[in-house]
């Protein structure tokens, strides 16, 4: 089983950045590693995801431009550089693991097999 542990949560004021980082417990060289999040009372929604080889990126529209997919095989970990946040960025942010495919396939999270704890990322006005 592929277990992600998220990392990087915290506390920012609007404008700061944050870098979250996961890393599974084993080889994910076949894998999509994606973010989701889930702000209090509002459903959970695609972040980013980035292809096996790391050469394929999907952002949502509201992150694009501000946020950053990283992926490094050889530590099985993906990291989310989020810059320019703001408060509607507040959320807490989960890894997950699956299949890669299209775009309109790894922005749904019932694709998805293994899901981290999450890592909250409060963004102060």
């Known amino acids: 089983q592929v277990q992600p542990v998220e990392s990087g949560g915290g506390l920012v004021q609007a404008g700061g950045s944050l870098r979250l980082s996961c890393t599974a417990s084993?080889?994910?060289?076949?894998?999509?590693m994606a973010w989701f999040r889930q702000a209090p009372g509002k459903e959970r929604e695609f972040v980013a995801a980035?292809?096996?080889?790391?050469?394929?990126?999907y952002y949502a529209d509201s992150v694009k431009d501000r946020f950053t997919i990283f992926r490094d095989n050889s530590k099985r970990a993906a990291d989310l550089q989020m810059d320019h946040l703001n408060p509607e960025d507040t959320a807490n942010y989960y890894c997950?693991?699956?299949?890669?495919?299209?775009?309109?396939?790894?922005?749904?999270?019932?694709?998805?097999?293994?899901w981290g704890q999450g890592t909250q990322v409060t963004v102060s006005s």
């Open positions: 997950a693991i699956g299949h890669w495919g299209t775009r309109d396939y790894v922005i749904r999270d019932d694709t998805y097999w293994y």
């Open positions: 084993t080889d994910t060289l076949h894998y999509n």
């Open positions: 980035v292809s096996p080889n790391g050469q394929i990126t």
